[in-house]
């Protein structure tokens, strides 16, 4: 299994970035750069881990199963120059749309949830139980609100755009004040709770 690796230092932070040869594979928020080795060896051991537990195919097959596959990975900023380009233009104001092609890897109901997640428009939002009546289990709102939480490429994958059916902003992981900034950024109108609300003219 190969990987490709950065450090990507934006308007919202140093982020860790790690791809396949089918796309992004992890987008992930760090406090400090210096984070960036130690998260990415604990990345890397945890792919190595998934990978014990499913067979080329996808399917399930016993822990501990023989022969892991292995997980190389190399630094390669060339591979992360149209992400970089598009971040930037997504917090400049000038990309709605993300085009960079991402490899999300996890459950079938995480992998429906998070389809869900790349149809939500720019600008719009969606409450956690609209998402579960969209993939057919309209009882399942907390369930999508983990799998909305473990979403591995967060911005790219706007998880963002969902919050609460009273209009509060719950779970993202680079916290509540960056989730904010981004809505903020879409358009939307926040009040000084951490919570969405309607526009007022006066």
């Given at each position: 299994m190969e990987m490709r690796?950065?450090?990507?230092?934006?308007?919202?932070?140093?982020?860790l970035a790690l791809a396949s040869d089918r796309g992004l594979v992890r987008l992930q928020f760090l406090h400090e750069?210096?984070?960036?080795?130690t998260q990415l060896r604990a990345l890397l051991e945890q792919l190595r881990t998934e990978g014990r537990l499913l067979g080329n195919d996808g399917a399930s097959r016993a822990e501990?199963?023989?022969?892991?596959?292995?997980?190389r990975a190399k630094e390669d900023d060339t591979w992360f120059a149209p992400l970089i380009q598009?971040?930037?233009?997504?917090?400049?104001?000038?990309?709605k749309v993300f085009s960079v092609p991402v490899d999300l890897r996890g459950t079938d109901f995480q992998l429906s949830v998070w389809r869900k997640l790349q149809g939500i428009p720019y600008g719009k939002l969606r409450a956690y139980r609209q998402i579960a009546r969209a993939v057919g289990k309209p009882g399942a709102a907390r369930a999508v609100g983990q799998a909305t939480g473990a979403n591995p490429v967060p911005i790219v994958v706007p998880c963002h755009r969902?919050?609460?059916a009273d209009g509060n902003l719950v779970g993202f992981g680079g916290g509540m004040s960056l989730k904010a900034m981004l809505l903020r950024l879409e358009g939307h109108?926040?009040?000084?709770?951490?919570?969405?609300?309607?526009?007022?003219?006066?």
């Amino acid at each position: 299994m190969e990987m490709r690796h950065t450090l990507l230092l934006t308007v919202v932070g140093p982020m860790l970035a790690l791809a396949s040869d089918r796309g992004l594979v992890r987008l992930q928020f760090l406090h400090e750069g210096y984070e960036y080795r130690t998260q990415l060896r604990a990345l890397l051991e945890q792919l190595r881990t998934e990978g014990r537990l499913l067979g080329n195919d996808g399917a399930s097959r016993a822990e501990g199963a023989a022969n892991p596959p292995k997980v190389r990975a190399k630094e390669d900023d060339t591979w992360f120059a149209p992400l970089i380009q598009e971040l930037g233009e997504y917090f400049c104001g000038k990309r709605k749309v993300f085009s960079v092609p991402v490899d999300l890897r996890g459950t079938d109901f995480q992998l429906s949830v998070w389809r869900k997640l790349q149809g939500i428009p720019y600008g719009k939002l969606r409450a956690y139980r609209q998402i579960a009546r969209a993939v057919g289990k309209p009882g399942a709102a907390r369930a999508v609100g983990q799998a909305t939480g473990a979403n591995p490429v967060p911005i790219v994958v706007p998880c963002h755009r969902v919050i609460g059916a009273d209009g509060n902003l719950v779970g993202f992981g680079g916290g509540m004040s960056l989730k904010a900034m981004l809505l903020r950024l879409e358009g939307h109108t926040l009040g000084t709770r951490p919570r969405v609300i309607a526009p007022r003219l006066f």
